[in-house]
Nanobody, 120 residues
Framework: QVQLVESGGGLVQPGGSLRLSCAAS????????IKWFRQAPGKEREGVSC????????YYTDSVKGRFTISRDNAKNTVYLQMNSLKPEDTAVYYC?????????????WGQGTQVTVSS
């Protein structure tokens, strides 16, 4: 049984921080690139960040550069997304996905998502 489970979402005020977790079971995430996506109501899904399976290279969409950090803990089979200086426009459901590379258009596994709400 292969599974990705996101956690760590919640309600936070603008300027605050959250750390999202993407925990894998049934497979070793080190063999996969792990991506974070987000989708707000009425908007298309947006790629947020990715960490490469090979050398750990990280990528970020422009709107989160300098604020978000993706990292990997192989011992815990988990990828994290540290989100700092959060803005209301960061509000969305955040999903993690496993793929062969950060550039893959197909994804082997998806999590169910975790809600992030940034509001006063």
């Amino acid at each position: 049984q292969v599974q990705l489970v996101e956690s760590g979402g919640g309600l936070v005020q603008p300027g605050g921080s959250l750390r999202l977790s993407c925990a894998a079971s049934g497979f070793t995430l080190d063999y996969y690139a792990i991506k974070w996506f987000r989708q707000a109501p009425g908007k298309e899904r947006e790629g947020v960040s990715c960490i490469s399976r090979s050398d750990g290279t990280t990528y970020y969409t422009d709107s989160v550069k300098g604020r978000f950090t993706i990292s990997r803990d192989n011992a815990k089979n988990t990828v994290y997304l540290q989100m700092n200086s959060l803005k209301p426009e960061d509000t969305a459901v955040y999903y993690c996905a496993a793929a062969r590379s950060c550039w893959a258009t197909e994804h082997d596994y998806w999590g169910q998502g975790t809600q992030v709400t940034v509001s006063s």
